[in-house]
């Protein structure tokens, strides 16, 4: 039971390239979410999947996209990477929704160059 | 005003020492609430809820003011493993959930 996984863990982009960062979760949980974590600042959520075949913007969407590939996997996509986009970026999900315990995948440091 | 706010510390106390942290919250209609822990470079990890009669595990006691509208963490006993950072956590409603940016703790012996 590996919980959540994220990969890349760690990646180096130049201004104006793409990636997606890929996650996944055993538990058979329902919402899925993509947070980033900047320093001095609480984890920002950027887009959250409430269940399978559903996503929304969270706080901070711009630029970024999702893809609820099926219930275990939820992925997130750079078009076009900025600097302002370096940051950790943290996977979670959690049962029913928010109310529940969010789990967390061990992260992807991203830096934009 | 951000809508979670927590003292970032450090907070250095010696092993054995009572810690108290508090957050404040914004949103009245703030729904839920939790405290969760992230050691430095890892993700965090939920430490326990706060339900509005308060709440105790083990070394650990959460409190919930309304009122006030804050939030607070009591550390008895603090051992070397507790240093950490935490995060204050707020549902406002729906997926709204508000991260604090942490108070950092480093227990030392």
């Known amino acids: 039971n590996a919980g959540v996984t994220q990969t890349p863990k760690f990646q180096v982009l130049k201004t104006g390239q793409s990636m997606t960062l890929q996650c996944a979760q055993d538990m058979n949980h329902n919402s899925m979410y993509w947070y980033r974590q900047d320093p001095g600042m609480g984890l920002r959520l950027i887009y959250y999947?409430?269940?399978?075949?559903?996503?929304d913007k969270g706080e901070v969407p711009n630029g970024y996209n999702v893809s609820r590939l099926n219930k275990r996997e939820f992925s997130l996509r750079l078009e076009s990477a900025a600097p302002s986009q370096t940051s950790v970026y943290f996977c979670?999900?959690?049962?029913?929704?928010?109310?529940?315990?969010?789990?967390f995948g061990p992260g992807t440091r991203l830096t934009v160059l | 005003r951000k809508e979670v706010e927590q003292d970032p510390g450090p907070f250095n106390v010696p092993e054995g020492a009572t810690v108290a942290f508090n957050c404040t919250y914004s949103?009245?209609?703030?729904?839920?609430f939790f405290w969760y822990r992230q050691d430095c470079r890892k993700e965090p990890k939920l430490l326990m809820s706060v339900y509005s009669s308060g709440n105790e595990d083990g070394r650990f006691t959460a409190q919930l003011n309304r009122a006030s509208q804050y939030i607070s963490l009591l550390i008895r006993d603090s051992k070397l493993s507790d240093s950490a950072t935490y995060l204050c956590v707020v549902n406002t409603g729906g997926f709204k959930t508000i991260f604090g940016a942490g108070t950092r703790l480093f227990v030392k012996a």
């Open positions: 949103n009245s209609a703030s729904q839920s």
């Open positions: 979670a999900s959690s049962g029913t929704g928010p109310l529940d315990e969010q789990f």
């Open positions: 999947s409430a269940s399978e075949g559903t996503t």
